[in-house]
């Protein structure tokens, strides 16, 4: 077991809970559109701040990215492309079905790929080891909270049926909204496999003269700003369509700004604290520590949820369902966790 592994994990557990949270800003949003917020939060977020980090903690990064193989810069580029078009699926999502829903069906969902995918990838037999054993344990019990938090979001729709329109104008009924939550969960781990595949970026990062703990800016610099791309496409394309640009000029935009750059910091703050937790942990950081960040994510986001009011005027079953979602979910993290221990 690596020597900094529960302290790695615990890291892994506040990042994914701060990340969970990214979106509850988007709630007081009174004088932008969604695309007007969501443009400005995914520049920052994506771009701005990610080079600054890469620029400011990696000595010679142009250097590091001309030395390593063309291939070990495909991979970030490609992936983090592949997962900027989940991020801008994953706001609508958020639109459509609330905070709570949207992040327990899309993160459960990218647990299974983000999971799996780099143990298998590393090495196949270690499914058959305890860590493997208990991850596979752990994700049909996720996925029976996953379940339960449709069951409650269909006993939500129908008890609040104006749910879709109020949230940010979307329109979307639960199961367009459910679907959109389909699409962006398969694909959203996109940005972990990118992650996961850049062991030689990183470690010519550190031979450059990288801290250890820092390295990982290099990556994160790669998939964050080509996930960028689909979300600048998507948010220009609505912001032609609705005549909106002229709101990044109304009176009170200062607030929008503010709010826009809460996002940001939130949501950075969790994906960079991962990359630190799962540089602790080790080797099983982006297979075990995925899977903790993605319930953290869940558990943070549905009680921002309840406390927003998103299960308001819900009947008393509906949120008994909602709560057995939530306890499925804590034990599945306890059985993932109990892998640290081999």
Not at 292 to 301: G, T
Request: hydrophobic share 55%.
């Amino acid at each position: 077991m690596a020597e900094h592994f529960w302290l790695g994990m615990a890291i892994i557990f506040l990042s994914g809970a701060l990340n969970g949270s990214f979106a509850l800003p988007l709630k007081s949003a009174r004088h932008w559109r969604w695309e007007n917020t969501w443009l400005f939060f995914s520049l920052v977020a994506l771009v701005v701040f990610p080079w600054l980090l890469a620029a400011g903690f990696v000595p010679h990064l142009g250097d590091l990215y001309r030395q390593v193989p063309r291939q070990a810069l495909i991979y970030p580029l490609v992936l983090g492309f592949i997962w900027g078009i989940t991020q801008t699926t994953f706001g609508i999502a958020i639109g459509a079905v609330g905070m709570a829903l949207a992040f327990a069906v899309v993160a459960g969902l990218a647990c299974l790929s983000g999971s799996l995918i780099p143990l298998l990838a590393r090495d196949p037999t270690e499914l058959f080891q305890p860590r493997g054993v208990l991850l596979l344990i752990s994700m049909p019990i996720l996925f029976l909270g996953l379940f339960a938090f449709g069951k409650a979001g269909r006993s939500r729709e129908r008890e609040q049926p104006s749910r879709g329109s109020e949230q940010n104008g979307s329109g979307y009924s639960f199961a367009v909204g459910l679907g959109i939550c389909i699409f962006t969960g398969s694909l959203s781990s996109a940005w972990n496999l990118g992650f996961a595949f850049s062991g030689p970026l990183i470690r010519r990062s550190t031979a450059l003269g990288a801290v250890a703990l820092t390295a990982p800016y290099a990556v994160w610099a790669l998939i964050l700003g080509a996930g960028f791309i689909p979300n600048l496409l998507y948010c220009v394309y609505l912001l032609s369509r609705n005549g909106t640009w002229s709101l990044f000029g109304v009176a009170g935009r200062g607030k929008e700004v503010m709010l826009s750059l809460a996002m940001a910091l939130l949501w950075l703050s969790g994906i960079v604290g991962y990359g630190i937790g799962t540089t602790l942990v080790g080797k099983y950081g982006t297979s075990i520590g995925f899977t903790l960040f993605v319930a953290a994510q869940i558990l943070s986001a549905n009680t921002l949820g309840i406390l927003s009011g998103e299960w308001k005027s819900t009947s008393v079953r509906t949120k008994r369902v909602l709560t057995s979602a939530v306890v499925f979910t804590l034990i599945s993290v306890v059985v993932l966790n109990l892998g640290g221990l081999f």
